[in-house]
């Protein structure tokens, strides 16, 4: 079984700053892709971006990066440059061996941005 | 190139009554997703279709779900009757799966239910 474990329900950042949302996963499985997806208050889930669990470098998505550290099984998402329209849950998501589907969520990062 | 489209947005609807919502998938995926989004248990699986197969249902609260899936382009989730505790967002989401975890999975803008 998966588990996605995010433990900051909410975070505060001031515009222009960084911040990072911490996700732990725990999974036996060898192969595996970790997701992180944002919901605004608007209620849509917006794909943000992927790492391979076999992938050696950290994947970059613009202003998103995720900081993968296998060993430690931690998949943190930084985001640089905070702007206003940031303000959104964030969900740390994985899918785990081949053609298993199911995508497994944790609880949600609720980030607040302050002009 | 259009995402994963659902309807309704919204939908109020009172103790008893069918709620059917609907889903067109993003073209060319062959994997569809139904879940379930409330504060108390957050996001949860409900039903997962492969090249329009029902696979895996065993996330569908009881008999009174129903999901279908006549084509690669429409799936349908009904509930019937509907109940107060029923009121969450319904997702759809859809992927192309070759096999791979890191296949991912698009979500449409969700189904606002409330039973009254």
């Known amino acids: 079984a998966q588990k996605i474990t995010q433990t900051q329900p909410g975070m505060f950042v001031q515009e222009k700053e960084a911040v990072t949302l911490d996700c732990t996963y725990d999974?036996?499985?060898?192969?595996?892709?970790l997701f992180w997806y944002k919901q605004p208050s608007s209620g849509e889930m917006i794909f943000l971006i992927y790492?391979?669990?076999?992938?050696?470098q950290n994947a970059t998505e613009g202003r998103y990066s995720l900081n993968f550290q296998k060993a430690r099984k931690s998949a943190n998402l930084v985001i640089s440059a905070s702007q206003l329209g940031d303000s959104a849950m964030y969900f740390c998501?994985?899918?785990?061996?081949?053609?298993?589907?199911?995508?497994?969520f944790g609880a949600g990062t609720t980030v607040t941005v302050r002009a | 190139d259009a995402g994963v489209i659902q309807s309704p947005r919204h939908e109020v609807t009172e103790m008893g009554q069918e709620v059917t919502l609907r889903c067109k998938p993003i073209?060319?995926?062959?994997?569809l997703f139904w879940y379930r989004q409330t504060m108390m248990r957050g996001l949860e699986l409900l039903i997962y279709?492969?090249?329009?197969?029902?696979?895996?249902d065993s996330g569908m609260p009881e008999d009174r779900f129903s999901a279908k899936m006549p084509n690669a382009s429409f799936s349908t989730l009904k509930i019937q009757p509907s109940e107060p505790r029923d009121s969450a967002v319904y997702f759809c989401?859809?992927?192309?799966?070759?096999?791979?975890?890191?296949?991912?999975?698009?979500f449409g803008e969700g189904s606002w239910l409330t039973v009254v």
């Open positions: 989401a859809s992927s192309f799966d070759r096999g791979n975890p890191g296949n991912t999975i698009y």
């Open positions: 999974t036996s499985d060898q192969s595996y892709g």
């Open positions: 790492q391979g669990s076999y992938d050696e």
């Open positions: 998501a994985m899918r785990g061996r081949p053609n298993d589907y199911k995508l497994s």
């Open positions: 073209s060319g995926h062959n994997s």
């Open positions: 279709f492969n090249n329009n197969v029902p696979i895996d």
